[in-house]
């Protein structure tokens, strides 16, 4: 009689085992869809700042390039121009990042990076454990008891 709990039991648990593996991948899956999205959203605000940027760098870059033409028209001096030359690198760097491919080249060479020099990706003092993850928590209640936040 014994042995038909028993059996019973293991079967029980063996599906219940089953239903939380499911469980816990369609967690997992969801987690990762969800920081994935995340990292996406993020993207599509850094190349919105960029272009916002972009923009600004243009206009300030059109302004003085009036400005010095006007002085070098007048003087005749061509040091006024020499300001333009690193103006001109700037505002070509911003329209890459903002328009060109500058963004797939450095995800090429971050992809590069992964692949071949995944040595200089290594966390200092490697992957926290479970067990530094609670001694850091314990030196921070230690910490609270000895230094208790103000009122």
Aim: proline fraction near 5%; glycine fraction near 4%.
């Amino acid at each position: 009689m014994g042995n038909y709990f028993s059996i019973n039991l293991e079967e029980h648990y063996r599906n219940n085992e089953k239903f939380l593996q499911n469980l816990n991948e369609i967690a997992m899956e969801r987690q990762i869809q969800l920081r994935n999205q995340m990292a996406e959203r993020q993207r599509a605000m850094e190349i919105a700042k960029s272009r916002d940027l972009f923009l600004w760098t243009t206009a300030f870059y059109f302004a003085a390039a009036t400005g010095l033409f006007t002085g070098f028209r007048r003087t005749k001096r061509a040091y006024f121009l020499f300001p333009l030359l690193p103006l001109t690198f700037v505002n070509l760097y911003y329209w890459d990042l903002a328009y060109g491919n500058k963004i797939h080249r450095i995800r090429m060479e971050a992809e590069h990076i992964m692949t071949h020099e995944s040595d200089m990706l290594e966390l200092p003092c490697g992957l926290p454990t479970p067990s530094s993850v609670d001694q850091g928590r314990m030196d921070e209640e230690e910490k609270k008891k000895i230094h208790p936040p103000l009122p």
